[in-house]
Nanobody, 127 residues
Framework: QVQLVESGGDSVQAGGSLRLSCTTS????????MGWFRQAPGKEREGVVT????????YVADSVKGRFTISQDRPKNILYLEMTSLKPEDTGMYYC????????????????????WGQGTQVTVSS
């Protein structure tokens, strides 16, 4: 059973930094495309950063370029999202996602193309 558990969300002031973690279990980590999505209050879910099975970044939202970085600890099967220079508009629930590479439809930015989702971790940025 695929399990994705996010942690690290917090309330910070604008300009601050956070590191989110996604602890995974129940599947072959290396066979899945992974990523981070977010949902702001009153808005639809949107892609933040995604990677392929080789760890190559496949998508980065324009709004986070130069500020957010995705990384992973392969031996521990943990995915990270390093967020710097946070802005109030980064506020939202952040989700870790995964999808088996062989059935992926190819739209890195599309939330409906990812089969597995964590429960989310809340990030709140105040001005």
């Amino acid at each position: 059973q695929v399990q994705l558990v996010e942690s690290g969300g917090d309330s910070v002031q604008a300009g601050g930094s956070l590191r989110l973690s996604c602890t995974t279990s129940g599947y072959t980590y290396s066979a899945y495309y992974m990523g981070w999505f977010r949902q702001a209050p009153g808005k639809e879910r949107e892609g933040v950063v995604t990677i392929d099975t080789g760890g190559i970044i496949t998508y980065v939202a324009d709004s986070v370029k130069g500020r957010f970085t995705i990384s992973q600890d392969r031996p521990k099967n943990i995915l990270y999202l390093e967020m710097t220079s946070l802005k109030p508009e980064d506020t939202g629930m952040y989700y870790c996602v995964a999808h088996l590479w062989s059935t992926f439809r190819g739209r890195w930015y599309a939330p409906e193309d990812y089969q597995y989702w964590g429960q989310g971790t809340q990030v709140t940025v105040s001005s």
